[in-house]
């Protein structure tokens, strides 16, 4: 069964400081993995996906994150936050083994505070 | 395209009545998703269809949930009878049925039953 997990369930961090946001994952099977944010008091909005190729992916508000098979991890990051990245971020992950399901897994989610 | 669309926003109830959250999702999209979020648990799945079957009901909690969808653009989530419990924010979402597919989320309902 596949399962995500995100470490830290809360980082602060002060403005226009670096940011990663960990998110490991346990899967028997190749797999999708996806960063969403939720900003207080609205849905998921997709950040980033990763499906195949270049292992770096970049997304939506400067944010990107790698894909490591190795580490079976997939950590985002962002070079310099703002005030307006305060959200809950979310990893999930997917299987790609043919079945043609887009069912998500998803993880607890980390609160990403930003501190002027 | 106006996105997922849910409603209503907020539901306050009395424990025992019946609640239906309803759920629009993106025109062209084959794929609907139902989640439920609480502090306690997090995002959890509750239900997803394919084509309007259901595929996956193993994250409804009881038999007190029940999901249909009629047609394509139409979803219901009906909790009877409610409980205290209950209260969450249910979230609907949409996709193409496919591997790897983007979900898109609706705005989300928040339930309070008292």
């Known amino acids: 069964a596949q399962s995500v997990t995100q470490l830290d369930s809360q980082v602060p961090v002060f403005e226009e400081a670096p940011v990663e946001l960990r998110c490991n994952y346990s899967?028997?099977?190749?797999?999708?993995l996806f960063w969403y944010v939720q900003y207080p008091n609205q849905g998921l909005q997709l950040l980033l996906k990763?499906?195949?190729?270049?292992?770096l992916v970049k997304g939506i508000n400067g944010f990107e994150a790698e894909f490591n098979k190795s580490q079976t991890s997939f950590h985002l990051r962002k070079p310099s936050v703002h005030i307006s990245d305060t959200a809950e971020y979310f990893c999930?992950?997917?299987?790609?083994?043919?079945?043609?399901?887009?069912?998500?897994?998803f993880g607890t989610g980390t609160l990403l505070a930003v501190q002027p | 395209d106006a996105g997922v669309i849910q409603s209503p926003r907020h539901e306050v109830t009395e424990m025992g009545q019946e609640v239906t959250l309803r759920c629009k999702p993106i025109?062209?999209?084959?794929?609907l998703f139902w989640y439920r979020q609480t502090m306690m648990r997090g995002l959890e799945l509750l239900i997803y269809?394919?084509?309007?079957?259901?595929?996956?009901d193993s994250g409804m909690p009881e038999d007190r949930f029940s999901a249909k969808m009629p047609n394509a653009s139409f979803s219901t989530l009906k909790i009877q009878p409610s409980e205290p419990r209950d209260s969450a924010v249910y979230f609907c979402?949409?996709?193409?049925?496919?591997?790897?597919?983007?979900?898109?989320f609706g705005p989300g309902t928040r339930l309070t039953v008292t």
């Open positions: 979402a949409s996709s193409f049925w496919s591997s790897g597919g983007e979900q898109y």
């Open positions: 899967s028997s099977v190749s797999v999708y």
């Open positions: 990763y499906l195949s190729g270049s292992t």
């Open positions: 999930a992950v997917s299987d790609n083994y043919g079945g043609a399901t887009n069912k998500l897994i």
């Open positions: 025109s062209g999209h084959n794929s």
């Open positions: 269809f394919n084509n309007n079957v259901p595929i996956d």
